[in-house]
């Protein structure tokens, strides 16, 4: 779009006059109401030091911003959304399926359950929706995109196993979401479970069982023999209620997406988890880098629908594209408009990729940050070869305090540098810090396309030296 020469000096901040000054400067006469074409603002932004965004954009911010906040006045509560973390083998996929089996079955004659990446659960008479693929990773790559669609954890944790390094990962990336966790201590019907040595290990990682004085709810459960389920979904309805989740179903539909792929039959097919509003038939929508309308709806058990309320996991069909797991979107009054955004950000998506453009955090632009007051924490996450460096190197990063900007350290482990590590940092801007380990080859792909910023060090002074002085804007420059 185009801009006056008095447009384009309130954006700025700037009398016109200035303006008017500095297109003299280039040899050009202009008026107030002069119309500026697309070249000019962009040189004399660039002489501002800002950066020039088209009007589309204006649409997009409102894409990202508006739509899943709550109005109070005509909120109503919605179901919880629930995602399964936890170590491999301890009973994820085993207890998503109990959850599934013995609810649907009982509750929903003749309904033949259909994989759509997420399910509905009724306990109680009250909902829960249940994200089916479990684990932190997926999780967390759905952060990384931008959407947060889980409400609550639950942390499963094999009673003859104990806690292990993807438990204390889980329990990390459900914290720097800030997503409550409850515990579901699995496998009690075997001989050699034993759940209080689970209680006791989770205890050191700050999950403190409310029978022992703590606040975290632990469920014993067996997910293979349907032991304890119906406690573990009552409890998952307590925290819900103690949140009170709320939707405004009145809404155009805001939401994720879950899974997507490409049918053969129907082409691209996408399952959509509506977060706000509601969703209907034939709706103009953006999702994602794509758009279309949606042609049909189809439900957890397979069943056509007409609408699609908050908490509400359905496919759809009618897009011109696959959209990727972990995409927003949105509903819009009218399909031309959808059309509109659709194509600016399926081109704008081009462009991003071919300028490699990053908005993420560096050690190098950490003193800007500060400065401009966008970052009062700095997130870290550490990795290193010895749980003695471990601690020494969290302990001392947490001691700097530069301005009242701290370091808050997300995760720490021993071990190299994996892409779970990587994805946690995008999904919550974080610095990685490895301490005599490095990333692997995947991870440093991983990490080139996140934009997230590796140092590593082999000597702790070091890597806390180079902090403080990047917090201070003293960091030599790397060439
Ligand atoms: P995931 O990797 O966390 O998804 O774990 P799975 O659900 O695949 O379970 C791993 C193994 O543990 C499978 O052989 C399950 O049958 C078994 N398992 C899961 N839950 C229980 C349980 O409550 N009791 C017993 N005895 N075995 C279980």
């Not at 109005?71 to 109990?98: C, N, Q, W, Y």
């Not at 408009?337 to 704008?348: C, D, L, N, V």
């Amino acid at each position: 779009g185009s801009l006056t020469v008095g447009q384009f000096a309130e954006k700025l901040g700037r009398p016109s006059t200035d303006i008017i000054k500095k297109l003299m400067v280039l040899g050009v006469m202009a008026t107030k109401n002069q119309d500026l074409d697309k070249d000019t603002i962009e040189l004399l932004a660039g002489d501002y030091g800002v950066r020039v965004e088209e009007e589309v954009i204006v649409d997009e911010a409102s894409f990202e911003d508006e739509g899943l906040e709550i109005d109070e006045k005509t909120a109503v509560l919605r179901p919880p959304v629930v995602t399964i973390m936890g170590h491999v083998d301890h009973g994820k996929t085993t207890l998503l399926d109990s959850i599934r089996h013995t609810k649907v079955t009982a509750g929903e004659a003749g309904g033949i359950t259909q994989h759509i990446g997420a399910y509905q659960v009724v306990h109680e008479g009250k909902k829960i929706t249940f994200l089916d693929t479990p684990g932190h990773a997926a999780f967390t790559t759905m952060r990384a995109r931008g959407a947060e669609i889980t409400d609550i954890t639950v942390l499963v944790v094999a009673a003859d196993d104990g806690v292990m390094p993807q438990t204390v990962e889980a329990i990390h990336h459900a914290r720097a979401a800030k997503v409550p966790i409850i515990v579901a201590v699995n496998k009690i019907d075997k001989p050699n479970a034993n759940p209080d040595h689970v209680m006791q290990e989770l205890s050191e990682q700050g999950l403190v069982p409310e029978d022992w004085g703590g606040d975290t709810i632990f469920v014993k459960i067996s997910a293979k023999k349907g032991i304890g389920i119906d406690d573990l979904l009552e409890m998952i309805l307590l925290v819900a209620e103690v949140n009170e989740y709320k939707a405004n179903p009145e809404k155009p539909a805001r939401g994720a997406v879950i899974e997507a792929e490409l049918d053969k039959g129907k082409g691209p097919v996408a399952t959509l988890l509506v977060q706000n509003g509601a969703l209907r038939i034939g709706d103009a929508i953006v999702v994602g880098n794509t758009f279309g309308r949606v042609r049909a709806m189809v439900n957890d058990l397979g069943r056509r629908v007409k609408k699609a309320t908050p908490s509400t996991p359905v496919e759809i069909t009618g897009l011109n594209n696959v959209p990727q797991a972990g995409d927003q979107f949105m509903v819009f009054e009218d399909e031309k408009k959808a059309r509109q955004i659709g194509e600016t950000r399926a081109e704008r998506a081009l462009i991003t990729e071919r300028k490699e453009t990053t908005s993420k955090v560096s050690l190098d632009d950490l003193f800007e940050k500060i400065k401009e007051g966008e970052m009062k924490e700095i997130n870290v996450v550490i990795k290193a070869d010895v749980q003695g460096s471990v601690e020494a190197l969290s302990g001392s990063l947490k001691k700097i305090d530069v301005d009242g900007v701290k370091i808050n350290i997300i995760h720490a482990g021993v071990g190299g540098i994996s892409e779970s590590d990587i994805i946690l940092a995008s999904a919550s801007n974080a610095i990685i810090i490895g301490f005599n380990v490095r990333p692997d080859n995947h991870a440093k792909d991983v990490a080139d396309q996140e934009k997230v910023d590796i140092r590593l060090y082999r000597v702790i002074y070091d890597a806390i030296d180079e902090m403080e002085a990047a917090m201070k804007g003293m960091l030599d420059p790397e060439y």
